[in-house]
């Protein structure tokens, strides 16, 4: 039993109109234990939209101290894989929530579904129908005009019971019958107009194999797969909105399950994501026609695509609660994701140094054979981060963007001929000379450097206001560099169908440079704050020393 303290607990996490009916519900005692589910169809991988769901779901339940379930919403064979299963499985985890006792699906109670149906049809609430696809879709009427009956309507309770078990035994074709509800087919809810409530598919479902070939449709089975697991605040989104009508309809009618605590949905809006899509079929798409290279492709809003991107549990989760949940539908601004994962990063990714345009400096006044081994901090707020090792020597690669013969400005802060800058974590060094090649193209920058600067300002006070970062050469270690950029051009992709037209060609462009060598057995997924450059991770498909860029150091986007 919850105590008031504990709903003041849970409300103080923040307030929704979701946590508001809780609350009543709670309070007058409706239910004693809040539980809600996460219902995904395995028929794809789970999207950011689907992680706001779950974020939702397992963490309304885990604040008021209940439960969350995990249950397949697995009634449509054509569709769905053991694939999507064991991905959505491990997405559910990786976010960090753990769902109640054993998975559900929502085919373990096709025998409770079967049952339920024969009830309705002995309560003449439902009836077999043969009438056509193209039939039905006329019969239906319009938002303006009211239905037809069915001519199949009013046949017997016996005549409907053994065609329905017809129908379970494989005695008709595929699409040639279907059971409908018997509701109201002048209702102003269109979905209330005898919706099917099973469909025959001959088809080898993932968990049931060949047992049936009849499937519930989702109005029908979802309901009641929320009451027999005690579902509580059963949460969707907003298109279900009118479906309400059918999942209180079917619930109602069925004596088992039409109690005072029987479950409710609730509707909130679904997420859209800025120059991203959310749809299934389009994140489909885009696999199937190579546009990106799998589903945790890490362009790919996906959640799997995310984590090979860098982003981690905790920055999906803090963008969840950013977004918060309300009941009106929006573009969500893809810098608060953005955002969130750069919070995250700033704390906790070790810095490191990586030149991914790489050019050779040679420093003219070092010793020839020496190697210094210099203690670089891992992070320059936290000290307990500890300390790597890191080289220097006469021969350093440096950013090519960060050499110009001529500085612009008095603003330039990079390095320039007789421009001194300080190499982070090392000496001040001021350029001399340059090679080039025939073509003009800088080949080697030469440089002088100042002894006594190492972590130490000039002794006679002299300014040197730029930083720029560095790797020694004979100990540096090749790497390839995934610079990603949006996949899409346009911010609301949703509103094109032809995708191929706003894909941005320069999504992904792969450089080759160096790294530090204490990554040369750089962790899988984990992240690296490269200095002046941005948030990467080794990727994790990747044979060699890959690295994915996660995000920039701050919002460039539009500058
Ligand atoms: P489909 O078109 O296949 O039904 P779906 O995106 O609705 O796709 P489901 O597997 O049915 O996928 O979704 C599981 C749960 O996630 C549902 O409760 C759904 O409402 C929720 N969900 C799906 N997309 C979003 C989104 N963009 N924002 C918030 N919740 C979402
Ligand atoms: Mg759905």
């Known amino acids: 039993m919850l105590r008031s303290m504990d709903i003041k607990k849970a409300s103080e996490k923040g307030t929704n109109f979701i946590r508001n009916i809780i609350n009543e519900d709670l ?20 999207h950011i939209g689907h992680a706001k769901s779950i974020c939702l779901n397992f963490g309304t339940a885990s604040d008021y101290d209940g439960y969350c379930n995990l249950r397949f919403d697995d009634t449509n064979p054509s569709k769905e894989d053991i694939e999507f299963v064991n991905s959505i499985k491990n997405d559910v985890s990786w976010l960090g929530f753990n769902w109640h006792k054993e998975i559900k699906f929502s085919s373990d109670y096709f025998d409770i579904f079967y049952e339920c149906a024969l009830e309705l049809i002995e309560k003449e609430l439902a009836y077999v129908c043969f009438l056509s696809a193209d039939k039905t879709r006329e019969y239906r009427g319009t938002l303006k005009n009211p239905g037809k009956n069915s001519p199949y309507r009013d046949t017997s309770v016996k ?17 040639e019958c279907v059971l409908r509800a018997k509701i109201d087919m002048a209702s102003s809810f269109m979905c209330m107009r005898d919706p099917t409530l099973y469909r025959i598919r001959f088809e080898t479902h993932h968990q049931t194999k060949d047992d049936w070939c009849i499937y519930p449709m989702y109005d029908f089975a979802h309901c009641i797969g929320d009451a027999i697991e005690g579902v509580t605040h059963s949460i969707c989104t907003l298109e279900f909105q009118d479906n309400r009508r059918i999942y209180d309809w079917t619930l109602e ?15 909130f809006s679904r997420l859209n994501l800025e120059y991203a899509t959310t749809s299934k079929r389009k994140l489909k798409l885009l696999v199937d026609n190579n546009f990106v290279t799998g589903w945790n492709d890490p362009r790919m809003p996906t959640i799997s ?34 955002s969130s994962i750069r919070d995250d990063l700033n704390t906790n990714a070790p810095r490191s140094m990586a030149v991914i345009d790489a050019i050779k400096l040679i420093i003219e006044n070092y010793p020839e054979e020496k190697l210094e081994s210099i203690q670089a901090p891992n992070h320059p707020q936290n000290e307990t981060m500890g300390t790597r090792e890191i080289f220097f020597s006469k021969e350093i690669y440096i950013d090519k963007a960060d050499f110009q013969e001529i500085a612009p400005n008095n603003k330039f802060k990079r390095l320039a001929i007789n421009k001194e800058v300080r190499l982070r974590n090392a000496y001040i060094v001021k350029a001399t000379r340059v090679d080039k090649d025939n073509e003009d193209n800088i080949t080697t920058i030469y440089c002088t450097y100042d ?20 790797v020694e050469s004979s100990k540096a270690i090749q790497a390839e560099f995934n610079i990603y950029d949006r996949l899409f051009l346009d911010p609301n992709p949703s509103q094109f169908d032809e995708i191929s037209v706003i894909m941005n060609p ?23 704050q490269f200095e002046r450059e941005g948030y990467f991770c080794r990727d994790s498909e990747a044979n060699g020393l890959v690295f994915n860029k996660t995000v920039g150091l701050r919002d460039n986007w539009n500058q």
Do not use: C, W
Not at 253 to 266: I, S, V
């Open 27 to 46: 309070s007058i005692g409706k239910h004693q234990k809040v539980v809600t589910r996460f219902p995904p169809e395995p028929n794809g991988y789970l």
């Open 159 to 175: 005549e409907n019971l053994s065609l329905f078990k017809k129908m379970k035994l494989g005695e008709f074709k595929e699409g």
């Open 253 to 267: 009618n069925l004596d088992k399950f039409n109690k005072p605590d029987r479950p409710h949905q609730y509707e």
């Open 305 to 338: 695509g995310l984590r090979r991107r860098g982003y981690t549990p905790e920055s999906i989760r803090d963008f969840s609660e950013r977004i918060g949940v309300s009941k009106v539908n929006s573009l969500t601004d893809i810098s608060i994701l953005e």
């Open 451 to 470: 002894p006594s600067t190492l972590g130490k300002n000039p002794a006679d006070g002299r300014k040197v206001k730029g930083v720029i970062h560095f």
């Open 506 to 528: 320069n999504s992904l462009i792969i450089k080759n440079g160096y790294v530090e060598p204490n990554l040369k057995d750089a962790e899988i997924e984990k992240a690296y």
